[in-house]
Every structure is written in structure tokens, then in C-alpha cells.
T-cell receptor, first 109, second 114 residues
Framework: GQNIDQPTEMTATEGAIVQINCTYQTSGFNGLFWYQQHAGEAPTFLSYNVLDGLEEKGRFSSFLSRSKGYSYLLLKELQMKDSASYLCAVVDSNYQLIWGAGTKLIIKP | NAGVTQTPKFRILKIGQSMTLQCTQDMNHNYMYWYRQDPGMGLKLIYYSVGAGITDKGEVPNGYNVSRSTTEDFPLRLELAAPSQTSVYFC?????????????FGPGTRLTVT
């Protein structure tokens, strides 16, 4: 079967750094997405990784290790507006997106 | 560009009723998708379409139907609504299905079946 695991909830302090992990077991791999979803809103695109390594985009970075079936999203200089759910999604061999349940990130002042 | 729009935003249905969720995109995307999102669960693909006139089942198609008569519109039909269909429904579109083609989401329809 196909499976994507993320922590259910994480808490961090404003101004700090947080790393959200995602491990996956899927039939094939054609890339991994991270999306942000604020409560009551639609998911919005954050990053895409298809090759091993780190992709940096401002305060957000995403890392991929295909051999380990592992990715993480790194958020730096946390702001209150970063309170949201972060969804990991893998593109499988049929080019369908397989979604994790999401990690709810709570930012405290 | 409005992006992806969905109507209605909220709806309460009685068991056995039917309804159509509307979805329109103005980005000239070929690919469109319907997902449902239940609390604590990942998005589940209901149906998708690779272009006008072509649709296919996703992971959880039972109880739903779709059509794609134009590039812009991809309505989702619920027949004989059941409480298990209480969920948030998202429509999305993408330029193609290549690995790096991000999906753009509509604002969602919150459906309750009682």
C-alpha cells in the first residue's frame, strides 16, 4: 500500500526554527510537494523536490532523500502567520498525488 | 485571473437528496481534480479529468459522478447523499500531470449531510 507519515501536531515559538518531517512509501516516485493550509482555507503550494538535496525559498526550505523515503520542511524565523497545517504529498508512478494527513503547526508568542 | 472558483461555499443536505458542486478555472489548465478532505485525514482523490470529454476515477469515486464538457468547468454530482459524504470538497487544476506541475485549489465547499 501507499503511505505517507507526518507528525499530527507541532508547537514552536515565534522567531524560532521548526522542522516538519515526512516519510513515505509509495508505488513509484515522481516528486514531492509541500503545501500550506490555513484553517478553513484551501492548500497553497510551498515547494517541490524531485532530486535529492535542499531547496531554499526565503524562510522556507525543503529537503529530500529518495533513498530514505524522507523529506522535511524547514521554517525559519517563525511568524504567527505561519500557524497552519503543512501537507506533504508524493507524486506516484501514475502521476497521482498521494497526500499525508498534514502537520498542524502552532506558533506561540 | 480568478483562478479556481467553487460554489456553493456551504451546503446542508438531507439524506437521499442530490446536488451538484460547481468548479470553474480560468487558467486554461487541462487537468482538473476533485478531492475530499475529512478531519485528520489526507486529501482523497474522487475523480479527475485530463481534458474536455475525458474523466477517470480516483481513490474514492463511489457515490459521485463528474462530467467535463469544457476546459473550464468540472462539476461534481452527488446522488442520494449519505452522512459519510459529509466533508470539505476541493476542486483543483494543473497545467499537466508532470511531476512538478503544482495544483491550484479552489476555496472549498463544506457539505453536511444529515
Amino acid at each position: 500500500g501507499q503511505n505517507i507519515d507526518q507528525p499530527t501536531e507541532m508547537t514552536a515559538t515565534e522567531g524560532a526554527i521548526v522542522q516538519i518531517n515526512c516519510t513515505y512509501q509509495t508505488s513509484g516516485f515522481n516528486g514531492l510537494f509541500w503545501y500550506q493550509q490555513h484553517a478553513g482555507e484551501a492548500p497553497t503550494f510551498l515547494s517541490y523536490n524531485v532530486l535529492d538535496g535542499l531547496e531554499e525559498k526565503g524562510r522556507f526550505s525543503s529537503f529530500l532523500s529518495r533513498s530514505k523515503g524522507y523529506s522535511y520542511l524547514l521554517l525559519k524565523e517563525l511568524q504567527m502567520k505561519d500557524s497552519a497545517s503543512y501537507l506533504c504529498a508524493v507524486v506516484d508512478s501514475n502521476y497521482q498525488l498521494i497526500w499525508g494527513a498534514g502537520t498542524k503547526l502552532i506558533i506561540k508568542p | 485571473n480568478a483562478g479556481v472558483t467553487q460554489t456553493p461555499k456551504f451546503r446542508i443536505l438531507k439524506i437521499g437528496q442530490s446536488m451538484t458542486l460547481q468548479c470553474t478555472q480560468d487558467m486554461n489548465h487541462n487537468y482538473m481534480y476533485w478531492y475530499r478532505q475529512d478531519p485528520g485525514m489526507g486529501l482523497k482523490l474522487i475523480y479527475y479529468s485530463v481534458g474536455a470529454g475525458i474523466t477517470d476515477k480516483g481513490e474514492v469515486p463511489n457515490g459521485y459522478n463528474v462530467s467535463r464538457s469544457t476546459t473550464e468547468d468540472f462539476p461534481l454530482r452527488l446522488e442520494l447523499a449519505a452522512p459519510s459524504q459529509t466533508s470539505v470538497y476541493f476542486c483543483a487544476s494543473s497545467y499537466d500531470s508532470s511531476g512538478g506541475s503544482e495544483q491550484y485549489f479552489g476555496p472549498g465547499t463544506r457539505l453536511t449531510v444529515t
